[in-house]
């Protein structure tokens, strides 16, 4: 192997353990901020966001109540005794089961 080659693969790894060790000690390195740090946004940069975001939902709304969607699919009374009756025959059976089982 080169020896250059060796040694810039060593540094590279030492730059990255030097990061590990910066962040587990809580410090930051490179471009990050540490925490407690961060400078939030000023009251008029959220109000501009919170108007912006309002207008959206408005628009969506308003297309929303204009697209006629699908109604609702609903059971019939019949469809939903079969499918009760179906499960308390299938928790019968379970029970049974585990009757013979204790």
């Given at each position: 192997?080169?020896?250059?080659?060796?040694?810039q693969?060593?540094?590279?790894?030492?730059?990255?353990?030097?990061?590990?060790?910066?962040?587990?000690?809580?410090?930051?390195?490179?471009?990050?901020?540490?925490?407690?740090?961060?400078?939030?946004?000023?009251?008029?940069?959220?109000?501009?966001?919170?108007?912006?975001?309002?207008?959206?939902?408005?628009?969506?709304?308003?297309?929303?109540?204009a697209?006629?969607?699908?109604?609702?699919?609903?059971?019939?009374?019949?469809?939903?005794?079969?499918?009760?009756?179906?499960?308390?025959?299938?928790?019968?059976?379970?029970?049974?089961?585990?009757?013979?089982?204790?």
């Amino acid at each position: 192997m080169d020896t250059r080659r060796i040694l810039q693969e060593v540094e590279a790894e030492i730059t990255k353990l030097e990061r590990v060790a910066d962040v587990l000690r809580g410090l930051t390195s490179g471009r990050g901020t540490p925490r407690g740090k961060r400078e939030g946004m000023s009251a008029a940069a959220r109000k501009k966001i919170s108007i912006a975001q309002k207008a959206r939902w408005a628009a969506s709304a308003v297309k929303g109540q204009a697209v006629s969607t699908k109604p609702k699919r609903t059971m019939s009374a019949s469809a939903r005794r079969k499918i009760a009756a179906a499960q308390r025959a299938r928790w019968a059976k379970t029970k049974a089961q585990q009757k013979k089982a204790a």
